[in-house]
């Protein structure tokens, strides 16, 4: 396997892009993996167990690696014991796409990235009741993880407020 995006941006290519300056298929297949191309752009399906966030348990967030926008915070994920990291919930509804998939002779729901398009994975609704219910199980491949301690040096300084301590709600 290839050596993992960096976890800081680099580059401009590595920054949050708007749907209107997503890269071109050429450009994507020039950037990404064989892996990260076959997953996020063929619907493929990276190993169980194997991939590179599943044990991952550093607090920071999760972006997608075609736009980079975040997609999933460290707070939300938990040990899904499929092999794959899991998630109770994205961290903006908005850029996570829900889509019926019914290949492989199943019921599922797949779920894409909203600006990049990119295929992540799909959701069940056998994650923890605690948590909401859910398990967005998402490949490795399609994310790139973004450490706390250097989220505003990558850019991403303002989803540092999803780490703070909520504040209690005043009494009236």
Known sequence: MSDPA???PKTESDKPV??????????LRKRLTPLQYAVTRENATERPFTNEYWKTNEEGIYVDII?????????DKFDTECGWPGFAKPIDAA???ELSDRTHGMERVEVRSATGAAHLGHVFNDGPKELGGLRYCINSAAI???PKAKMAEAGYGDWLKIFEPKKPAAAK
């Open 67 to 75: 736009s980079n926008k975040p997609l999933f915070s460290s707070k």
């Open 6 to 8: 960096p976890a800081t």
């Open 95 to 97: 850029e996570v796409k």
């Open 144 to 146: 790139r993880f973004i």
């Open 18 to 27: 708007t749907k209107a300056a997503i890269p071109t298929d050429e450009e």
